[in-house]
C-alpha cells in the first residue's frame, strides 16, 4: 500500500466538522472513481515531551489516504491537476480550509 500523510492547521473561522464533511465527500467520490483506496480519521496533534519530537512543525491536524500503489496515488494526482469536474469543486472544498499543508508519502515495507 502507499500511503500520503496531509498535516495541517485549519483556517481562522473553519470547523473541524466542516473540514471533515467536506473530506468525507472527497474521500467517497475517490473511492468511486477507484482512485483511493480509504481516508483515514482526521487526528489532532497531541503534544507528548517523548512521543512527539518534530520541533519544526506545529501543525494541528493529520488525515493519511491509502492508495493501492503508487500508480493508484499518481492517477488521482493527475486527476486533481487536471481540474475535471465534479472532482476539483470537491478537492477544492476540502483545501480551500487548510492552511500550512505539508504531504509525506511512503510505502509499506
Known amino acids: ?10 483556517k481562522p473561522g473553519v470547523t473541524i466538522e466542516s473540514f471533515s464533511r467536506s473530506l468525507v465527500q472527497l474521500d ?7 482512485l483511493v483506496e480509504s481516508t483515514g480519521r482526521i487526528g489532532r496533534r497531541q503534544h507528548h515531551p517523548v512521543m512527539d519530537t518534530d520541533s519544526e512543525r506545529d501543525h494541528q491536524y493529520f488525515v493519511i489516504m491509502t492508495f ?12 486533481v491537476k487536471a481540474g475535471d469536474e465534479p472532482l476539483n469543486s470537491i478537492h477544492h472544498a476540502v483545501w480551500h480550509q487548510v492552511e500550512d499543508p505539508v504531504f509525506i508519502c511512503w510505502e509499506d515495507a
Open 1 to 10: 500500500m502507499f500511503h500520503m500523510l496531509s498535516c495541517f492547521n485549519l
Open 68 to 79: 493501492r500503489d503508487r500508480d493508484q496515488c499518481d492517477r488521482s494526482v493527475g486527476r
Open 28 to 34: 467517497d467520490y475517490l473511492r468511486k472513481i477507484d
